[in-house]
């Protein structure tokens, strides 16, 4: 089976492209562009055949697909930051929805019979009433920021490519997910990279945070993966499903579990950049529609991930003070 990611080299992909190789009898294809850091799948890419292209170009991803005839296609590849939505709003729907505009119509015209997985976000739902928590995949769409439009956009244009031109699409919405690799601008890595720096002597003792009363519903990102691919396995096309835990933490909570896996005496001071403009209070979702259809359950507590998540850090902060160590020693010979 031809299994291409789009979006391999992001935070999500590296995960899937490890799932997707410890598949039996599968051929992994993926998309870079020019300017892509490969870090998260360097260890894989003997495994993986990578093209370049950028998804705003209809005239490339055309190519690749038509090169590629995927039987099947994880649709990753997205502005994937809700903070930098706020600043680049026209880059993240551009790139959002007319990059997935050019990748179905593409698919559309020289694969038709492949299946198209679309990974949407429970941004999607934005502001939320306590009375309808928890969120099922009925409830209205209200999006409160740019990237929120964007997942509503992808996710719709996902229905209407399967009704209208019987495509195999199948629209996940997965709640929060963290784990390693995860992107530093997200509250859960971005603490955990601090306490590494603070472990290691390169950051005062203090760990500035935004908005800590904020609840969401957390899952492993190797849990998020597995359930891709089982929506592409076993999910029913035109059918969207939500990804998640069905259980919701507080930010401050979250922060408090990573704060005792470390040794570290930290302090927490609140820095106003890091507050959004909009910001919805509680997001906890049911996944009971995903589970039903494909067996699917998330197996990695969060306590786990946090500490998977704090050894990934303490790793980098360990390569980079080898890395200026060796660049240093190289001056000094000069
Ligand atoms: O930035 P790059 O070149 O490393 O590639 C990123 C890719 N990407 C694109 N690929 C082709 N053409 C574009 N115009 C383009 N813009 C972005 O999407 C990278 O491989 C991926 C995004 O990775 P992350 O930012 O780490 O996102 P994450 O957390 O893996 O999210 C995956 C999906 C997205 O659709 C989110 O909206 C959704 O899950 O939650």
């Given at each position: 089976m031809r299994v291409l990611i789009t979006g391999i080299t992001g935070f999500v992909g590296s995960h899937l492209a490890e799932f997707v190789l410890q598949q039996p009898d599968v051929e992994l294809f993926g998309i870079?562009?020019?300017?892509?850091?490969?870090?998260?799948?360097?260890?894989?890419?003997?495994r993986v055949m990578l093209?370049?292209?950028?998804?705003?170009?209809?005239?490339?991803?055309r190519r690749v697909i038509g090169e590629v005839q995927p039987d099947w296609v994880f649709h990753l590849a997205a502005q994937s930051f809700v903070g930098v939505s706020w600043t680049a709003p026209s880059e993240t729907l551009?790139?959002?929805?007319?990059?997935?505009?050019?990748?179905?119509?593409?698919i559309r015209q020289v694969a038709p019979r492949a299946r198209?997985?679309?990974?949407?976000?429970?941004?999607?739902?934005?502001?939320?009433?306590p009375q309808e928590l928890p969120i099922r995949e009925?409830?209205?769409?209200?999006?409160?920021?740019?990237?929120?439009?964007?997942?509503?956009?992808?996710?719709?244009?996902?229905?209407?490519?399967?009704?209208?031109?019987?495509?195999?699409?199948?629209?996940?919405?997965?709640?929060?997910?963290?784990?390693?690799?995860?992107?530093?601008v997200f509250a859960t890595s971005n603490f955990a990279k601090q306490i590494a720096l603070i472990e290691a002597?390169?950051?005062?003792?203090?760990?500035?945070?935004?908005?800590?009363?904020?609840?969401r519903d957390f899952t492993d990102v190797r849990d998020i993966v597995s359930g891709y691919w089982?929506?592409?396995?076993?999910?029913?096309?035109?059918?969207?499903?939500?990804?998640?835990?069905?259980?919701?933490?507080?930010?401050?909570?979250?922060?408090?579990?990573l704060r005792a896996l470390s040794p570290a005496d930290t302090e927490i001071r609140v820095d106003p950049q890091r507050l959004?403009?909009?910001?919805?209070?509680?997001?906890?979702?049911?996944?009971?529609?995903?589970?039903?259809?494909?067996?699917w359950q998330p197996t990695i507590p969060l306590q786990q991930t946090l500490a998977d998540l704090l050894e990934y850090w303490r790793q980098q902060v360990q390569l980079s003070r080898q890395q200026a160590t060796m660049v240093s020693g190289a001056g000094g010979k000069r």
């Amino acid at each position: 089976m031809r299994v291409l990611i789009t979006g391999i080299t992001g935070f999500v992909g590296s995960h899937l492209a490890e799932f997707v190789l410890q598949q039996p009898d599968v051929e992994l294809f993926g998309i870079e562009r020019w300017r892509s850091k490969t870090d998260y799948i360097e260890h894989l890419k003997p495994r993986v055949m990578l093209y370049d292209c950028d998804i705003r170009d209809a005239t490339s991803i055309r190519r690749v697909i038509g090169e590629v005839q995927p039987d099947w296609v994880f649709h990753l590849a997205a502005q994937s930051f809700v903070g930098v939505s706020w600043t680049a709003p026209s880059e993240t729907l551009t790139t959002n929805i007319i990059g997935q505009l050019n990748l179905l119509e593409a698919i559309r015209q020289v694969a038709p019979r492949a299946r198209v997985h679309i990974a949407g976000s429970s941004e999607e739902y934005g502001l939320v009433h306590p009375q309808e928590l928890p969120i099922r995949e009925g409830q209205a769409l209200r999006p409160l920021s740019p990237y929120g439009v964007s997942k509503v956009a992808q996710d719709l244009m996902g229905y209407q490519y399967a009704k209208s031109y019987g495509l195999h699409i199948v629209r996940t919405r997965a709640f929060n997910h963290t784990g390693p690799r995860r992107g530093e601008v997200f509250a859960t890595s971005n603490f955990a990279k601090q306490i590494a720096l603070i472990e290691a002597g390169l950051q005062p003792p203090v760990i500035a945070v935004g908005n800590l009363d904020a609840r969401r519903d957390f899952t492993d990102v190797r849990d998020i993966v597995s359930g891709y691919w089982l929506a592409l396995e076993r999910g029913e096309s035109g059918e969207v499903y939500n990804l998640c835990s069905g259980h919701d933490w507080g930010i401050g909570e979250v922060l408090d579990m990573l704060r005792a896996l470390s040794p570290a005496d930290t302090e927490i001071r609140v820095d106003p950049q890091r507050l959004r403009p909009s910001d919805v209070l509680v997001l906890r979702g049911d996944a009971s529609r995903f589970a039903q259809q494909t067996g699917w359950q998330p197996t990695i507590p969060l306590q786990q991930t946090l500490a998977d998540l704090l050894e990934y850090w303490r790793q980098q902060v360990q390569l980079s003070r080898q890395q200026a160590t060796m660049v240093s020693g190289a001056g000094g010979k000069r």
